[in-house]
Structure formats: structure tokens, C-alpha cells
């Protein structure tokens, strides 16, 4: 179902007009109310009267984390304080977390920008949603909340944990949609395995999983585990939260809600905006915001977009699903790994399950080392020592010939790797500690 087919299906040229509109009217508030986007703008020499066409976007200033963390909590706000109504920030580890503050019309477009998202997964006012993302300053809760009731469907607001009660509940009220990360969605398969209940038989029938990077085979993991759609959505909280962009029945590639935030690829080193197609860094300009619009904001996420119409109607851009982050790319001697490549690598291995964690090091020699440790399935773990030894070495093989470095494997027992109600952690870089 398309939540909203006029803004989403609108035609190129009036989508432009609206985005261009938007643009100019953000810029001109942004210079007038907001000191940091002031100095940025008056060191480049633009102003906003020289915004006329959308490609003039490229004249603006970037907009950094490290900006919002030096302007924490308050140094970006773009109205007065009385008119925000709520605040999220997002749970980094290092530094001043990064805050958004919303006004109610910041509210009420973030309610549709999240029906949009999970209508595009299939939600309609007679499902019944379970939403085990985390409730609290996190967006993840409120957000997928927000668009639910919006739609119309009912909300069971689980947050994420207390996984003997997420089943009970799925099972009692006959949940039809699951929003959680996608992390998280394994985990409750696993227990729900472990407790002898048949996920395939509940009306379970569809997913809206993000906030963390999960692969393809992950996909069809869950797909298979639940017997549902799995969908992936995106977002992030400097944006908005989740709502930025999301998968329609096609998966073919993220659906951006363009109207309200307008995407650009870049070359992270360089800066320079790169063509349709090619893979960078993705930054988006906030076309509505009220509370803390940003400009330009870099998102460190990887991806290209995507210009060809898609099946499904929706004429909006989409993003290929997200290859990682700069930031998390790990440099191993001199190659460039995404802990995706390793997972997407790691899946297509039978007897392995799709728990594992890479550990990197300074070995003797100073050289870079990578362990990856996987959970292997039960029966190959009761197995001959002889076939798990013929598993880790192949699993060292596929390694070396997907990502051309030398992978170290260690095989752990069935549920050994800690599991996550949030966002996974699964990489442990001890070159930095
Ligand atoms: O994770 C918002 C969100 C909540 C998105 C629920 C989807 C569902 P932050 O905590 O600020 O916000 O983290 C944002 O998470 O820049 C990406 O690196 C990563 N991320 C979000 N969605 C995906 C996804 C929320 N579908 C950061 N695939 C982003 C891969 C994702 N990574």
C-alpha cells in the first residue's frame, strides 16, 4: 500500500519545484536563526539569494558530527526553544551524544514519513504491530510507534528486551507485523526455537527491521526462521530517526521520502558530489525541519542511488541498502573490509549460524590481525573434531578469496556470542584501545 501516493508519486519535475522551494526557504531561515550556519555560509561567500536552482546545494556548507557535538545540546536550533515538544538523541559511545528537537510539525511529519515506511512493508490499519525497538531517547520506539498509529493499526508497545513476554505477547495477541533490529529478530527466533514454539504457524507475517547494518542472507534468515517479508528501513537520528527511507514490496532497493529529506552521494575524501549510480558517502539536507534542520549533514553511510522508476509506483529515489559506514570500514593491512562483506561471506557457509564477532589486533610483527569468531550449529558441534576442522578451514578459505586478506577463525559453541536487544556490536577493533 502507498500512505501517501500524492507525495509519493508526484511527478519529477513538481517534486523538484517542491524540493526547490523547500531548499530556498530552509537556507534563509538557517542564515537568519542559526549563528553556526551563518559564519559557515559567510565564510564560503553564499547567501541565500544565490540559491536558485537545486544544483546551488553543492555551494552550501556540510554539516558534520563533530559540528553537532561541538553545538551540543541546544547551538543548532533553528526556532524558539518553547516551540519543541520532544527530543531524541542517539546513543554513541564515544563524545556528547547527537540531539533532535522536535516541534509538533516536526512530530507530525515524522507520523508520516514512518506510515510511509511501513506501509511500504505492508502495514494497514488491521495489523497488529509489535514494536520491540527501544522505547526512550533512542528514535527507534517512538518513531515506528508514531507511524503504526498513524495508519491506523494497533500498537503493542513492547520496547526491546524481556524476550519470555515478547513471545508470550506475539503468540496471546496474535501479532501480524514485527519493528525491531533486525539483531534482535534472530535472538527472539533463537528463544523461541529454544522454547519449542513454531514461529512459522503464528500470524506473524511481516517485518520492518533496521538501525544496524544486516545483510542479505540475514534477510532470508529471518524470512525463513518467521516465515514473513522482512523489510529494511533506514534512518537516523540527526534526520529524523527511522523514516528517511524503506523498502516497498519490490526490495529493490530504499524508497528515500525525498519531499522531505534530499539525498546527495559524495566522495568522502574529496568532498565533490559524484553522479547517479556511483557509491559514496550519503549526505541529506533536511526540507522541512523546524527544531534542528541541518545542511548538507554527512551521514558516513555507504550507498548509491538509484534513478530508474520502480514496479511499485513511488516515483521518489532509492538507496541501495547501506554497504557500511566510512567510519566502520576496517583498513586490514591496507585493504578495506566492511564487516558486511564478512557477514555476507559467513551466511552462504552451511553449519555456521549468524552469530559472530571480528576481533582485530596488532599481532607480534605489528601487523594487522583479524579473528573472526563464529557460533557453529549444534550438530556440527557434537560432531568430529575432524569436520569442525574441515568448517573453519573452509571458512578461512571463503575468507581469503572474498576479501584478500588472511582471516583467522575460531569456531565457539552454540550461544556463546552475547546477543543483542539493540543494535549488535560485532566488531572489536583493540587497535585503538
Ligand atoms: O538507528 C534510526 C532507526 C531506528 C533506523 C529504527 C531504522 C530503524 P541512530 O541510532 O541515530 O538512528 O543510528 C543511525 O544507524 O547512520 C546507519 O549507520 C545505521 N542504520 C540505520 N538504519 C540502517 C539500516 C537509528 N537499515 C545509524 N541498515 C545510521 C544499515 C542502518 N544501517
Redesign the pocket.
Known amino acids: 500500500m502507498i500512505f501517501n501516493p500524492d507525495a509519493e508519486c508526484m511527478e519529477g519535475a513538481a517534486r523538484k519545484g517542491l524540493q526547490l522551494a523547500r531548499l530556498k526557504n530552509l537556507v534563509e531561515t538557517l542564515y537568519a536563526k542559526v549563528p553556526f550556519y551563518r559564519e559557515k555560509m559567510d565564510a564560503l561567500g553564499v547567501r541565500p539569494a544565490d540559491i536558485h536552482r537545486l544544483a546551488d546545494i553543492t555551494r552550501l556548507p556540510f554539516t558534520t558530527k563533530d559540528d553537532l557535538r561541538q553545538n551540543y545540546p541546544h547551538g543548532l536550533l533553528a526556532c524558539p526553544k518553547d516551540r519543541i515538544v520532544e527530543v531524541h538523541m542517539?546513543?554513541?559511545t564515544t563524545g556528547k551524544p547527537?540531539v533532535d528537537e522536535y516541534t509538533q510539525n516536526d512530530i507530525n511529519i515524522w507520523r508520516e514519513a514512518m506510515a510511509r515506511t511501513l506501509a511500504g512493508g505492508g502495514c494497514t490499519r488491521d495489523d497488529i504491530v509489535q514494536n520491540c525497538?527501544g522505547y526512550g531517547l533512542?528514535?527507534?520506539g517512538p518513531?515506528?510507534h508514531y507511524g503504526a498509529m498513524t495508519i491506523g493499526a494497533e500498537v503493542l508497545p513492547m520496547s526491546s528486551g524481556n524476550t519470555d513476554r515478547q513471545l508470550m505477547v506475539m503468540q496471546d495477541f496474535g501479532s501480524t507485523m514485527l519493528?525491531c533490529?533486525?539483531s534482535y529478530a534472530l535472538y527472539m527466533a533463537e528463544e523461541a526455537a529454544a522454547a519449542g514454539i513454531d514461529l512459522k504457524k503464528l500470524p506473524i507475517g511481516k517485518g520492518?527491521?533496521?538501525?544496524?547494518?544486516?545483510s542479505e542472507n540475514m534477510r532470508k534468515e529471518i524470512e525463513t526462521r518467521y516465515g514473513m517479508k522482512a523489510y529494511?528501513?533506514?534512518?537516523?537520528?540527526?534526520i529524523i530517526?527511522?523514516?528517511?527511507?524503506f523498502e516497498c514490496e519490490a526490495q529493490n532497493g530504499?524508497h528515500i521520502n525525498e519531499d522531505l529529506f534530499y539525498p546527495e552521494i559524495i566522495d568522502p575524501a574529496t568532498g565533490e558530489t559524484l553522479p547517479v549510480g556511483e557509491r559514496g558517502e550519503?549526505v541529506f539536507t533536511t526540507l522541512t525541519k523546524e527544531g534542528t534542520p541541518l545542511l548538507r549533514y554527512r551521514?558516513?553511510?555507504i550507498t548509491y542511488l538509484i534513478a530508474e522508476p520502480c514496479s511499485c509506483g513511488r516515483t521518489t529515489a532509492r538507496m541501495h541498502?547501506?554497504f557500511?559506514?566510512t567510519d566502520?570500514m576496517l583498513i586490514i593491512r591496507g585493504v578495506n573490509v566492511f564487516p558486511?562483506q564478512i557477514e555476507h561471506a559467513l551466511f552462504e557457509i552451511e553449519g555456521t549460524e549468524p552469530q559472530y564477532v571480528i576481533v582485530v589486533d596488532r599481532g607480534a610483527a605489528r601487523l594487522d590481525e583479524v579473528e573472526l569468531q563464529v557460533e557453529v550449529k549444534e550438530k556440527f558441534f557434537s560432531d568430529e573434531t575432524k569436520n569442525l576442522e574441515i568448517l573453519r578451514a573452509r571458512i578461512e578459505g571463503v575468507m581469503k578469496s572474498k576479501l584478500q586478506i588472511g582471516v583467522k577463525v575460531k569456531l565457539v559453541e552454540p550461544k556463546t556470542i552475547e546477543r543483542s536487544i539493540g543494535?549488535a556490536k560485532r566488531v572489536i577493533d583493540k587497535r585503538q584501545i
Open positions: 542517539s546513543s554513541g547527537v525497538y533512542f528514535t527507534g518513531g515506528a519493528t533490529t533486525p520492518c527491521f533496521g538501525a544496524e547494518p544486516w529494511d528501513i533506514y534512518g537516523l537520528t540527526e530517526g527511522p523514516g528517511v527511507s530504499l550519503l551521514t558516513r553511510d541498502r547501506l557500511g559506514r566502520d558486511s543494535k
